[in-house]
């Protein structure tokens, strides 16, 4: 198979019910946006991180992967048979079952934390802002189970915490504001 197909040359691209739409379709923006925050996710793997941390990140990966899946498939036409791309409540209480583990590590927040630390929590603040993003463009979208958003919405929180967590553990001064 080749990675170029041609068929998106002129701004429009097929969903997995087989329905075309324009790139600039609602829908099509919020699948890019949490394939931007997936690619966030890869890159701060890429720095040197705990290996907890790494593994957590990985997990957030796949359930990106699969949100962006659902999101590609108005019709549910894969979601059935492919049980790979579920994401439902039980990830939600995952991720904050997660930010809860994290934040007993660190001290309570007093005031608002300016982004940066080391070069992986300024990602991590960067993936955050990108999850943001993403669940607004859902939000526009309104068709969603509200899973989706749930699970937007906790991940940006648990992003933030992992931030916060690698400046700590680096020995880094958290900057207020």
């Not at 996710?41 to 991180?49: D, K």
């Not at 039980?90 to 904050?96: F, N, Q, S, Y």
């Not at 001290?107 to 955050?128: C, E, M, N």
């Not at 999850?131 to 929180?157: G, I, P, T």
Request: aromatic residues 6%.
């Amino acid at each position: 198979m080749k990675i170029y197909t041609r068929t998106g040359d002129g701004g429009a691209t097929t969903l997995f019910d087989g329905t075309r739409i324009a790139k600039s379709d609602p829908r099509v923006d919020a699948y890019g946006e949490v394939d931007e925050a997936n690619a966030f996710v890869g890159a701060i793997r890429a720095e040197t991180l705990d290996a907890d941390i790494d593994d957590l990140l990985g997990q957030v990966q796949r359930d990106l992967f699969a949100l962006g899946s659902r999101l590609a498939d108005p019709a549910e036409r894969i979601a059935d048979r492919v049980t790979k791309i579920a994401l439902g409540p039980a990830d939600v209480t995952k991720l904050e079952e997660w930010i809860d583990k994290y934040e007993a590590e660190l001290t309570p927040l007093r005031r608002f934390i300016l982004p940066g630390g080391t070069r992986a929590a300024a990602a991590l603040h960067v993936a955050r802002t990108v999850c943001r993003r993403a669940e607004r463009r859902m939000v526009a979208l309104a068709v969603l189970e509200v899973e989706f958003l749930a699970y937007m919405n906790r991940l940006s929180d648990l992003l933030f915490v992992l931030a916060r967590v690698v400046t700590h553990r680096a020995g880094v001064a958290e900057a207020e504001w």
